[in-house]
């Protein structure tokens, strides 16, 4: 059967091992870009690159990539169409577990949301507070959240411990918190749309494994 290769960002890799499992995906991997990427998006298109010509040298495949732009500037894409290869729709996670129309909908009810993840919520105090040096200089909080008015958080699971940490998130950003599941989104319809013609389902139950995590 031919194998599929998921190039991916590294704070989607619970989600994209979930999809993997519900749907039997057995010639499905999974090679992660470390998500700390995103606070330097210009690198992300060079790595990305990188995990092609990797696979492209052994022949080893199709390639899917699981990003969306994430502050690339369109560099990714001059990438991607380079080697003819397609991504996650949309400019980041948000989009795309939400729903593009649902995130616009979103959007133009309040520009002055912020947006967590499960994997941004669990992550809070690395890829948030210490990024933006709120744990050294808590008083440039005004600063950066002055046009904010609430947190939405984007659910991928129900997991009443990571929703009470999303409130506690808000809570500690001085914002109104909401909380919308949205489960994979359009991230598995993208993937179920990609594969549909690859790899066949096969029921087991063997435990999916991250092939290549770095």
Known sequence: ??????????????ELLAIKSLNHWQQ???ICIPAKYHQTPKLIPEA???????IQSKNDGKIFVAYGDCGTGGLLDLVLNEY?????????????????NAFDTLQE??????YLTDFLTQQFDS???????????????????ANYKKLIYLAQTNNDLITETARQCAQRLN??????????????????????????SIQTHAQP??????
């Open 28 to 30: 499905m991997n999974i």
């Open 109 to 114: 009810e309040e520009l002055g949301t912020f």
């Open 1 to 14: 059967m031919p194998i599929i290769n998921i190039i991916a960002c590294g704070a989607l890799a619970k």
């Open 48 to 54: 990305v690159r990188e995990k092609i010509q990797q």
């Open 175 to 200: 914002l109104k918190f909401e909380r919308i599941y949205t489960g994979y989104g359009d991230m598995e319809k993208k993937l179920h749309h990609f594969q549909s013609h690859q790899i066949p």
């Open 127 to 145: 890829y948030v507070w210490k990024s933006l040096g709120l744990d050294r200089k808590p008083e440039l909080l005004e600063l950066y959240f």
């Open 84 to 100: 003819n290869i397609e991504r996650l729709p949309g400019a980041h996670c948000y989009q795309f577990f939400a729903g593009q």
């Open 209 to 214: 494994s991250l092939v290549d995590v770095l």
